[in-house]
C-alpha cells in the first residue's frame, strides 16, 4: 500500500504563510503524479495544486484560486512533496489532503489523512 503523511498545518493570520509537507513511504512504485486538495466543512473537496513525480523539474498545475501565491515543489530523495502557502485569505481554511497516484495499471487515488489549515484574525 502507499502511505502518505501530511505535516505543517496550523493557525495563521490573513495574509501570512505555511508550509505543508506530505512525506510518501511503502509501495511506491510506478508514481506519476501527487498533489494537494482541500476540503472545507460543507463543501466537496477540490484540487489545489499538482506536480508529475519523473524528470528533474516535473510539471505543475494549479487551481485558479491559487495560482500566484501557492507553490507545489518536491523532493524525490526524501519522497516529500511541499506546498508552500503565502498571501493566505480567510477562504483557504480547510483540511489539506496529499494525494497519490499512478499513470497505468493504477486507477486508485490515495490519500493521507489530512493536515488543518485555519486562516483567521
Known amino acids: 500500500q502507499v502511505q502518505l503523511v501530511e505535516s505543517g498545518g496550523g493557525l495563521v493570520q490573513p495574509g501570512g504563510s505555511l508550509t505543508l509537507s506530505c512525506a510518501a513511504s511503502?509501495?511506491?512504485?510506478?508514481?506519476?503524479?501527487m498533489g494537494w486538495y482541500r476540503q472545507a466543512p460543507g463543501k466537496q473537496r477540490e484540487l489545489v495544486a499538482t506536480?508529475?513525480?519523473?524528470?528533474?523539474?516535473?510539471?505543475?498545475n494549479y487551481a485558479d484560486s491559487v495560482k500566484g501565491r501557492f507553490t507545489i515543489s518536491r523532493d524525490n530523495a526524501k519522497k516529500t512533496v511541499y506546498l508552500q502557502m503565502n498571501s493566505l485569505k480567510p477562504e483557504d481554511t480547510a483540511v489539506y489532503y496529499c494525494?497519490?497516484?499512478?499513470?497505468?495499471?493504477?486507477?486508485?487515488?490515495?490519500w493521507g489523512q489530512g493536515t488543518q489549515v485555519t486562516v483567521s484574525s
Open positions: 511503502g509501495s511506491i512504485f510506478g508514481a506519476y503524479a
Open positions: 506536480i508529475t513525480i519523473l524528470g528533474i523539474l516535473g510539471n505543475t
Open positions: 494525494n497519490f497516484r499512478r499513470r497505468y495499471g493504477d486507477p486508485n487515488d490515495y
